[in-house]
């Protein structure tokens, strides 16, 4: 644990590295942003740097991972300062934990992450990883099995037949192996994994079984748990969540999901496309709430609509009731606003679908005074805790569903990079608006920034304008020759200075293709400038360049958008 | 979603009672690859109106061929609102979309008749359109006494007849509310109820079949009177629990102690649906015997090659069928003939508790061999539950074949949408006279069809016979 070594490493040999492999507008910047690309890789050893790459940015890439992979190989992960044990302790490696540490590693830290379920968290073994493992085989169920849509094609396919054990398999093997490349991802840079539910003993101090050890900065990373709301019961077996439901033990005739959100449509999804018939249950009067209204109206149009799909909407489940004795599963149903009873369903199965509740119990918040609200802990912009009297916890941070500012799981990596960065002498306030979020269903719905209504109240407050670009997925030649011309993106942004404040897409691949606007929000860039850039034709990202050229902003092109047009 | 917008106003003045109604279709400025213009005739809506002025009505516009009602979405403009010729006025709600629909004339939006959020059916006048400022108020007016009527419609059901009996003054609660012991609530899935609007069946008089005695996709196909559409690929329910006999009030007499009454399956409920509805067809029946020598001779050389006595029959009706395309044929609407293109032998097989007909299609023409795999692949598909809808419900004349048992003759009853259906017995060995007198023993097999009278006559069927006989008796061009 040689202090020497792991300096150089992250101060000199890095832009030494970068050197000799890149041309000259690519010159090797000492700051610390350039560093920052690699931390978001999750599967960084899932590549090999020994493959043949031609592009010089995949190089350097690799290359770095390489030199770090090697230095704290020989040096650990960095040394701690003299008093602590380590420079940084993370509890919880889940997706959030895990971004934090490799950035931590990459910068020098010598830190700690403590586990006391299993790595990854809920998006690896739970969540976001196993249900699109179940998405992807509906998908392509329910292509399989629409004669239309394939005869379109001039394919002929028979019947189309699943194994419900062979699916739940795919599931869970996805699972595993990201499992195993997140942790082996920590092993080899050197993190130290320590196994038990992690406890604030004081400042700076951590417990975890019956070992104290003491960080200078610590993470709270612990994450969230299915939230039942109360007069639910859960066996597991008839009314589930989606921990169970990811085991796909079953694929009852008739399922109700309790709530409309990202999870219950891509249950829906899933369940529809295996055969199953799906009753939604939604507490506001509309579904898919939190969406850009005009996307849920057209994804109530293609994904509820002809499906084997109905729904009850301004109810609250009040009792959910697993079957048993012969009996069906009960639902009792009232009404949202009134809590006067509507109705009664009787269903096969139930999947509860409420959303997530901060898993913040026994973690000795009271030993320094930290009061959580809902269960989530409070923080400023900075992921800073904010103890009782509103004052800041020095050296204690909160990242990811715990602390409940966008619970997704490259929230919460994108918000444990940003606290590395802080801790490592960089102020950084990470931008909630730049970060995309999707639905997976089939076709996708993506979205990043503000919704329609959202942005006109802001514009209201502030006094500009706002205008909205429309695409159709059916001007797509892309979309058209995969017979998906289904689907519609927009734009919200101020006609002023070509601002983007929003962007919303339903329709094929749209999870991938939100990332143009994500990033531009991002870096700032407007559209005057990035209109100017070019696609690939024919491809689905036309869609999203669609938009930004439909738009139309009162400021002409910035200078440097113009030059690199003339480089290139 | 402004994908295409509409123009949908027709004048409708005094002077001219049939309305002229264009469409046009204009993309949005953001969907600036697809463009596209049609001007479609549509259907003219008479509608008189008495008034002398200028005022328009602007209609529901029917923005997809599926349509039959549409929803406001919101009004663009407001009442009293200047209209100019092709702004939009109106966003209105399809089946299928959001559009904008627009104004083919200048003036001013008089009135709303359908107000945001309510629905209209096609061709309905939603407001109305005044030329000139001085018509707002007339058109007004004139929208007030529209909607009224309407409205009053809409709010008095026709009244009930005059009884005696003071009844309630409060109007009756949904008896919905209470979560009682009481008659249970139809339970029907969320597909069965989707179907049922489609079809337009009352769920309420759909009896259910499925778990818990709910009311299944299948149960609301049967009572449309469809096939049921292919097995779900779900693996199969759980055998329906044997509903207790309900009370009932028919005049059948009472179930013996210890009878159980079983809920019909979807595929015997399709089987009863069926046999009633046969009975509205006029059939009549011909028999003929069958020297079956030298086939039995041909399907012992054949077998050994995969082919089965069912492919061999089938064969044979193909090619007597082809000779005789009205026997081929059916009677769809009591007025005409309906000659099928192609002949497809529906194939009777009892399968565990129901019946279904796998089609052998193109029996005349494909060979004996290709027919007797097709025919295995078939009856495996039926087997597992597996075929497709086109596979049982394509046939174009039906075979069935009750030989295997011994049977020597049977009845068969014509399946509805088919001309004739042939009834197979056993080929027996049966002492015959020929006509010089002399007795010999011949395997014979008596064959008996059944056929639509509308459209097949006596000597059509004996025609038939014959040929088939005499392919039967001298079976070498089935092999060909």
């Not at chain 2, 015959?432 to 069927?461: Q, W």
């Amino acid at each position: 644990m040689q202090s020497a070594l792991s300096i150089s490493f992250s101060q000199t040999s890095l832009p030494l590295a970068n050197r000799p492999l890149c041309s000259s507008n690519a010159a090797p910047s000492t700051t610390p942003r350039n560093l920052r690309f690699c931390g978001l890789r999750r599967e960084a050893f899932g590549f090999s740097p020994s493959k043949q790459l031609t592009s010089c940015r995949f190089q350097i890439q690799s290359r770095r991972i390489e030199v770090s992979a090697a230095a704290s190989s020989s040096a650990g992960n960095g040394a701690p300062s003299k008093s602590f044990d380590y420079d940084l302790i993370i509890i919880g490696a889940g997706v959030g934990g895990h971004g934090a540490a490799l950035h931590a590693v990459e910068k020098g830290l010598k830190t700690a992450i403590i586990e006391g379920d299993v790595v990854g968290g809920t998006c690896v073994n739970r969540g976001c990883v196993p249900s699109k493992a179940l998405l992807a085989v509906s998908g392509r169920m329910r292509e399989l099995q629409n004669e239309h849509h394939m005869k379109a094609f001039g394919l002929q396919v028979s019947a189309a037949g699943y194994d419900r054990q062979g699916v739940a398999d795919h599931a869970s093997n996805l699972a595993t192996k990201i499992r195993n490349n997140l942790t082996n991802s920590m092993k080899a840079l050197g993190v130290d994994i320590l196994t038990g539910f992690g406890a604030v003993l004081g400042p700076q101090k951590v417990k975890y079984g019956d070992n104290i050890i003491t960080g200078k900065d610590i993470i709270i990373a612990t994450g969230s748990v299915p939230f039942v709301p109360k007069g639910i019961e859960v066996d597991g077996k008839t009314v589930i969540t989606s921990d169970h439901a990811l085991k796909l033990e079953s694929v009852p005739d008739w399922i109700a999901i309790v709530g409309s959100g990202y999870i219950g449509l891509e249950f829906s999804d899933v369940y529809t496309a295996l055969g199953s018939e799906v009753t939604f249950i939604e507490a506001l009067d509309q579904l898919m709430p939190g969406f850009d209204p005009e996307i849920s109206k057209l994804a109530q149009r293609v994904l509820i609509n002809p499906r084997k799909i109905d729904y009850h909407t301004g109810v609250f489940a009040s009792k959910i009731t697993p079957a048993k004795d012969g009996k069906p599963v009960m639902i009792e149903l009232i009404d949202a606003k009134t809590k006067e009873p509507k109705d009664t369903l009787e269903v096969d199965a139930a999947l509860i679908a409420t959303g997530r509740a901060p898993f913040t119990n026994g973690l000795g918040l009271e030993n320094i005074n930290v009061v959580t609200q809902r269960g989530f802990i409070p923080v400023d912009e900075r992921m800073r805790v904010i103890d009782g009297n509103g004052k800041l916890v020095p050296h204690l941070y909160c990242i990811g569903d715990a602390n409940g500012k966008m619970m997704l799981a490259h929230a919460a990596s994108a918000q444990g990079i940003s606290v590395v960065e802080q801790v490592t002498g960089r102020d950084h306030v990470l931008n909630h608006h730049s970060i995309p979020a999707a639905c997976f269903t089939h076709p996708e719905i993506s979205m990043v920034g503000l919704t329609e209504p959202q942005a006109k109240e802001k514009a209201e407050k502030e006094g500009f304008k706002v205008s909205i670009a429309k695409t159709s997925f059916k001007a797509n030649t892309k979309a058209l020759a995969e017979n998906e011309g289904e689907g519609l993106a927009k734009m919200i942004y101020r006609p002023d200075n070509g601002e983007i404040l929003g962007v919303h897409i339903f329709g094929l691949h749209a999870a991938d293709l939100i990332h143009e606007a994500s990033n531009a929000i991002a870096l700032g860039t407007r559209i005057q400038d990035i209109k100017l850039a070019v696609h690939a034709h024919p491809t689905l990202s036309e869609v999203v360049d669609e938009l930004f050229k439909a738009a139309k902003v009162d400021s002409p092109a910035s200078v440097t958008a113009q030059s690199v047009k003339v480089a290139v | 979603m402004a994908v295409s917008s509409s123009s949908f106003l027709s004048t409708a003045s005094l002077t001219n009672s049939k309305s002229n109604i264009s469409f046009a279709s204009s993309v949005s400025p953001s969907l600036r690859s697809v463009v596209f213009r049609s001007t479609t005739p549509a259907t003219s809506h008479r509608r008189s109106m008495t008034v002398r002025s200028k005022i328009r009505e602007i209609f529901m516009p029917a923005l997809s061929s599926t349509m039959t009602e549409g929803k406001i979405v919101s009004w663009i403009k407001t009442e009293g609102e200047k209209l100019a010729k092709g702004e939009s006025v109106v966003v209105v709600e399809s089946d299928k979309a959001d559009m904008d629909v627009e104004t083919f004339y200048d003036g001013y939006l008089a009135a709303i008749v359908v107000g945001e959020g309510e629905t209209a059916p096609v061709g309905a006048a939603i407001g109305l359109l005044a030329e000139t400022e001085a018509e707002i108020e007339e058109a007004k007016s004139k929208a007030a006494s529209k909607s009224s009527s309407s409205v009053a419609e809409a709010v008095v059901p026709s009244p009930p007849p005059v009884t005696s009996s003071p009844a309630p003054a409060i109007a009756q609660p949904a008896p919905v509310t209470a979560v009682s012991d009481g008659p249970r609530k139809t339970v029907a899935t969320p597909y069965a109820k989707k179907l049922a609007k489609q079809h337009k069946v009352d769920i309420e008089s759909v009896a259910g079949t499925g778990p818990f005695g709910r009311i299944t996709a299948s149960d609301v196909e049967t009572a449309a009177g469809i096939a049921p559409s292919k097995s779900s690929i779900a693996p199969p329910p759980p055998p329906p629990p044997p509903v207790t006999a309900k009370a009932t009030t028919t005049n059948l007499p009472p179930l013996l102690p210890d009878s159980s009454i079983v809920p019909f399956t979807a595929m015997q409920s399709a089987v009863s649906k069926n046999m009633i509805e046969s009975l509205s067809v006029p059939t009549f029946r011909v028999g003929y015997p069958v020297n079956t020598d030298a086939l039995d001779a041909l399907y012992e050389k054949v077998k050994p090659k995969g082919v089965t006595m069912t492919a061999l029959l089938a064969k044979a009706a193909g090619m007597a069928l082809a000779q005789h395309p009205v026997v081929n044929a059916s009677c769809k609407d009591g007025k005409s003939f309906s000659y099928n293109s192609s002949i497809n032998i529906a194939v009777a097989v009892a399968i565990n508790g129901g019946l279904i007909t796998p089609v052998l299609q193109d029996a005349d023409k494909l060979d004996l061999y290709l027919l007797s795999q097709k025919w295995k692949e078939l009856v495996g598909k039926a087997r597992s539950k597996q075929l497709q809808p086109h596979e049982y419900n394509s046939g174009t004349f039906t075979l069935s074949n009750l030989g295997m048992f011994g049977v020597d003759r049977f009845d068969a009853i014509l399946p509805p949408g088919q001309g004739a259906i042939m009834a197979v017995g056993a080929s027996k060995p049966t002492v015959v006279a020929d006509k010089d007198g002399f007795f010999s023993v011949k395997n014979t097999m008596l064959v008996n069809v059944t056929a639509d009278h509308r459209i097949v006559y006596g000597a059509d069927l004996a025609a038939f016979l014959q040929t088939f006989a005499k392919i039967i008796e001298n079976p070498d061009s089935l092999t060909l």
